[in-house]
């Protein structure tokens, strides 16, 4: 029995292309270390709302989905240089790399102080604690907490072009490494912050937003000493009349990104001018219950995006069909393990988060399909991201932006709180029959017009 299972392991790692043997191996290492990393993620939810209250996490939640619109602002610059890299280093193109990594550095600090500037500007003139219905008991300044998060964003995002240059060169679970590392300081720091204060958000603030931005750094100037020193951005290497062709394929991207803001940060915010800030924290227990699904389905799927690139980047159809079907086979195990954490859903939030807070069925029910849809949807945008098929995509997510958020709206006043998970439900379940057809096309090499830009 010994020798079958060490047979059945050394087959695992030893047979299939490199392609493939490269992916299996981010899989495993993702899932070692971002195993670690979804503990210490569920301990902090308690944690932080322990620390404050059910109102105060319920802001902070908030302004974390306001500010992480910033992000979009980077116009898709992250997920294009992964794309153009992957792509560059298939065919050997090692001048292209060097120019399009310097660029896309020296573009991100540009737009990160032009929109730190904006934003700042702009948001000074309004009342934010009147705009998230902040009660008149809590007495801080909402706006002065946000202007930190903003600040903290709009490092990171100079900062994260480092986790696309490792999954463009096949080596993802050293993004999950940086993660894990900013998530196990903040949850030391915040527990620290509980022997010796109580629901300061200033403190809490500075911590969950300062900390990955800390980690970020260091690893920054970690890889690109060491293991990423060829792909070192150097100031001779920015050519800015290079941006036009990076913002080409970074601009799809950045419409998609606004579109998935849309589907997935504006609950929160719709949330809190509908029903008020503490139902954002009601909302987000099973939101984070079920994320474990997303967060080991994309663990799996992460090392796909730049493998299809290269796939397809050679003409390698058969290897990316076989891909896709053995995601669908996952995808039915993901769907199954969906429904068990659904039937054993009251009991964990009880061990979880304890008897104070009491979680309806039916949030946790339409969660569960929720992420069902979702996970489908992840397999076929990865592929088309990856082989850079965007037009289809761009349509549906202007679609999306127009209809979600009244959708939304008016679900949660017809049946409350989980109104906004159907409205996602509704889009998704669209998305998903366009994207499905456009990637079978693409796979029986049969994709024209529109089913091919």
């Known amino acids: 029995m010994l020798s079958l299972i060490k047979d059945k392991v050394k087959a695992f790692w030893s047979n299939g292309d490199e392609r493939s043997l490269q992916v299996k191996r981010n899989i495993i290492y993702t899932f070692l270390i971002r195993g670690l990393s979804v503990l210490i993620g569920f301990m902090l939810l308690p944690l932080t709302i322990n620390y404050l209250n059910s109102t105060q996490y319920g802001i902070w939640v908030t302004m974390a989905s306001l ?181 080409t394929v970074s601009g799809a991207f950045f419409f998609i990104q606004i579109g998935a803001l849309v589907l997935y940060e504006t609950d929160n915010i719709v949330i809190t001018r509908v029903l008020g800030p503490d139902q954002v924290t009601l909302f987000n227990i099973p939101f984070k219950y079920f994320s474990i699904i997303n967060i080991i389905f994309f663990i799996i799927i992460t090392p796909y995006w730049s493998a299809f690139t290269d796939a397809y980047a050679r003409g390698d159809l058969h290897w990316i069909k076989q891909s896709v079907n053995k995601m ?49 949807m992840v397999i076929h945008a990865y592929l088309l991201n990856g082989v850079g098929k965007l037009r289809v995509q761009l349509i549906l997510v202007i679609s ?28 998704m379940l669209l998305t998903n029959i366009v994207i499905t057809w456009q990637c079978k096309l693409i796979m029986d090499n049969k994709a024209t017009g529109i089913w091919n830009r």
């Open 400 to 427: 999306i932006g127009i209809i979600n958020i009244p959708l939304s709206i008016w679900l949660i006043k017809q049946v409350g709180l989980p109104g906004t998970v159907l409205a996602n439900i509704i889009v």
């Open 67 to 247: 500010v992480a619109w910033i992000n979009t602002f980077d116009i898709g610059l992250s997920n294009g240089l992964r794309n153009k890299l992957a792509h560059a280093l298939a065919l050997n193109e090692h001048e292209t790399v060097h120019r399009d990594v310097s660029t896309t550095y020296a573009l991100l600090c540009i737009i990160a102080a032009a929109v730190f500037l904006l934003f700042f500007t702009i948001g000074s003139f309004f009342n934010w604690n009147e705009l998230m219905r902040v009660p008149a008991t809590v007495n801080f300044d909402v706006w002065s907490v946000l202007v930190i998060t903003l600040a903290s964003f709009c490092i990171q995002f100079v900062l994260q072009p480092v986790n696309s240059i490792l999954t463009a060169t096949h080596q993802p679970f050293k993004v999950s490494v940086i993660t894990l590392m900013g998530q196990a300081l903040t949850y030391l720091a915040i527990w620290l912050l509980s022997l010796w204060s109580k629901e300061n958000l200033y403190l809490l603030v500075l911590i969950t937003s300062g900390t990955p931005v800390l980690v970020l750094l260091v690893a920054n100037l970690y890889l690109f000493a060491t293991s990423l020193k060829s792909f070192i951005p150097r100031v001779k290497g920015i050519y800015l009349n290079n941006a036009k062709s990076l913002l």
């Open 328 to 376: 669908r086979k996952l995808w039915l195990l993901a769907s199954a393990f969906a429904v068990v954490l659904y039937l054993c859903a009251d009991v964990v939030y009880k061990l979880w988060i304890g008897h104070g807070i009491a979680v309806p069925d039916m949030l946790s029910l339409v969660m569960a399909v929720y992420v069902i849809l979702q996970t489908w």
